[in-house]
C-alpha cells in the first residue's frame, strides 16, 4: 500500500495539518451514549418482549455482552492504528486483500442507510400520531424526510458534536418519561413487575432459541459505539481516555435499556406487546398511552421520538455518503460520484446516490414479506453489522503479529476470539424467524449492487485509464 505523498489522497494531502484534539471524556461519552441510544431502543423493545415475554431485559444484556466483546477488539485496533477508518482499516491491515477491504466498507456503507431508512420510517409513524393522523400511510413521509436529509446534507452540515450532546439530552429526556410512566403505573397498582421473570415464546422455540432470536434483534439497538472511533483523530490522549469512555458509555445505554425493557413489560399486558397499536411507531408509545392515560404525555412524547431519532438518521446518511465519496476519490468506486458542489463543497453525487438507494429500500421493503418495514430494516443494519464485527474481531487476532505501541489497549486473546465465534453465531439463519429472512434479500442485493460498481470500475481503470483497482490511501478513507 503506497501512501503517495503530497497527493490528493480520498480528500486530504500529506501537507494538511492534523485534525484538532477537542474531546475529552465527557464529550466522547456523551457521544457514544447518544449514537448507541439513537433509534433503536424505540424500534425493537416490543418484537424482543415478543420474542421471549416478560423477560426482555436479558436479550438486551446478551446483546451488550457481545457488543462488548466487539468494543475489546476496537479498542485494541484504534489504540494501535489511531485513524479514523474504522473497520476497513483494520481489514486491510490484517488481509491486504482490496477487494474485502471494499466489502467491508460498503457493508458499513449499506448499514447506514439501512440504519437510516428505519429511523425514517419510524419518525414518520410518530409524526403522524403526533398531528393526528394516525391511519395515515407513512411510506410518502418516510420518502420526503429522506429527499429532506438529502438537501441539508447537500448544504454541507458539519457533525458538531456540541449539537450531539442536545439531541442527546432530548433522548435522555424521552427514555426518563417513559421510565417515569411506569414506576408512576406501578406505584399506582396498574403495573405488574412479577412478568419480568416470565419467559413466553410467541412459537414453539426453547429458551435458548427464543433468546437467540431476541439477541438478534436486539442488536440493532447496541450498534453505534464503533462508530467513535471515527472520533480518535479528534480525541485527547486517545489510547487513555478510549478504552474507559467506550466502555462507560456501553454500560450506561445497556442500564438504560434494560429498565426500559422492565418498564414495557411492568406496563403492558403480556398479550398486547407483540401487537402494538402502530407497529412502525414502536411500543415505548403504548407504555406512555397505557401507563399515563389521565396525562397528556401522550400528545407530547411522539414528537420527542421525532427529534431523537431525525439525528439518527442524519449521521447515518452523513457517514454513508462520505464513504462512498471516499472509495470514488480513491478509483474503487465509479469517479462520478465523488463530484461535489463547487460552492458548497458537499459530495452532491455521494449524496444522491446513498438517498437513492434509501428511497429504494424503503419503497421495497414496504412492499415485501410480512414483517414491518421497521424490523426488516432494523434487522438488516444489525445483520450487516454483524459481519463487520466478526471481521473486525478476526483482524484484531491477525493483527497482534504487528508490534503493539507502548500504552496502547491491549484485549485478553480470548474476548476477540468468542467475540467472532459469537458474531457470526448471530449471522445465521437460526437467529431470524423466517419471516424475517427478507434481511439477507436486503443486505445482499445492496451488497451485490457495490460488487456491480466495483466490477464497473475495475473495467474503468483496466481499459481506460490501464492503472490497478485499489485503495491508495486506507487511512483517510472518511
Known amino acids: 500500500m503506497s501512501d503517495l505523498a503530497g ?48 423477560m426482555a431485559w436479558l436479550p438486551f444484556l446478551v446483546a451488550f455482552a457481545i457488543a462488548t466483546l466487539t468494543a475489546f477488539s476496537y479498542l485494541e485496533l484504534v489504540t494501535k492504528y489511531p485513524q479514523a477508518a474504522g473497520a476497513a482499516l483494520y481489514t486491510h ?19 447506514g442507510i439501512t440504519s437510516a431508512s428505519t429511523s425514517s420510517n419510524l419518525l414518520a409513524s410518530n409524526l403522524l400520531i403526533g398531528l393526528g393522523f394516525d391511519d395515515a400511510p407513512a411510506l410518502p413521509v418516510a420518502l420526503g424526510f429522506m429527499v429532506l436529509l438529502a438537501a441539508i446534507n447537500l448544504r454541507g452540515v458539519g457533525e458538531s458534536v456540541k449539537f450531539n450532546v442536545v439531541l442527546t439530552m432530548v433522548e435522555l429526556a424521552a427514555l426518563a418519561i417513559v421510565i417515569g410512566v411506569g414506576f408512576w ?13 416470565v419467559f413466553e415464546s410467541a412459537g414453539d422455540r426453547g429458551a435458548f432459541a427464543a433468546v437467540t ?14 462508530d467513535s472511533v471515527n472520533m480518535v483523530e479528534e480525541t485527547k490522549d486517545p489510547q487513555r481516555i478510549f478504552p474507559r469512555t467506550m466502555l462507560t458509555g456501553l454500560g450506561i445505554a445497556v442500564l438504560l435499556y434494560m429498565v426500559i425493557a422492565v418498564m414495557v413489560v411492568a406496563v403492558i399486558p403480556a398479550g398486547d406487546i407483540a401487537d402494538p397499536v402502530n407497529p412502525d411507531a414502536g411500543i415505548l408509545l403504548d407504555v406512555v398511552r397505557v401507563g399515563a392515560p389521565d396525562l397528556p404525555v401522550d400528545t407530547i412524547f411522539p414528537f420527542l421520538t421525532v427529534f431523537a431519532v431525525a439525528n439518527t438518521a442524519l449521521i447515518n446518511m452523513l457517514m454513508a455518503s462520505r464513504l462512498v465519496y471516499g472509495m470514488a476519490k480513491q478509483d474503487v468506486l465509479p469517479r462520478s460520484l465523488a463530484m461535489v458542489l463547487p460552492k458548497r463543497q458537499s459530495p452532491w453525487s455521494a449524496i444522491l446516490f446513498t438517498t437513492v438507494l434509501a428511497l429504494g429500500v424503503i419503497s421495497i421493503v414496504s412492499t415485501m414479506g410480512d414483517t414491518t418495514v421497521v424490523s426488516a430494516l432494523a434487522g438488516t443494519t444489525g445483520l450487516l453489522l454483524l459481519v463487520v464485527f466478526t471481521i473486525v474481531n478476526v483482524a484484531c487476532l491477525v ?38 429472512w427478507i434481511q439477507y434479500e436486503v443486505a445482499g442485493g445492496l451488497l451485490a449492487l457495490g460488487v456491480a460498481l466495483w466490477a464497473l470500475t475495475w473495467l474503468t481503470n483496466r481499459g481506460v485509464r ?7 490511501d486506507i487511512e483517510h478513507l472518511e
Open 7 to 54: 497527493q490528493d489522497l480520498g480528500g486530504r494531502t500529506a501537507t494538511e495539518p492534523p485534525l484538532k484534539r477537542v474531546l475529552g471524556p465527557r464529550l466522547l461519552l456523551l457521544f457514544i451514549v447518544g449514537d448507541i441510544l439513537g433509534a433503536g431502543i424505540y424500534a425493537v423493545t416490543g418484537d424482543i418482549a415478543g420474542e421471549v415475554g416478560g
Open 213 to 226: 432470536v431476541a439477541t438478534a434483534i436486539a442488536f440493532f439497538a447496541m450498534v453505534g459505539f464503533e
Open 93 to 111: 491491515k490484517a488481509f491486504g486483500i482490496h477487494f474485502v477491504t471494499f466489502l467491508v466498507a460498503f457493508a458499513v456503507v449499506c448499514s
Open 185 to 197: 403505573a406501578i406505584g399506582r397498582g396498574d403495573g405488574d413487575l412479577g412478568r419480568v421473570v
Open 399 to 436: 493483527l497482534r503479529r504487528d508490534p503493539t505501541p507502548q500504552g496502547a489497549f491491549r484485549a485478553p486473546t480470548v474476548l476477540p476470539l468468542v467475540g467472532a465465534v459469537a458474531s457470526a453465531f448471530l449471522v445465521g439463519p437460526w437467529a431470524r424467524d423466517p419471516e424475517d
Open 466 to 472: 490501464a492503472k490497478k483497482t485499489g485503495f491508495r
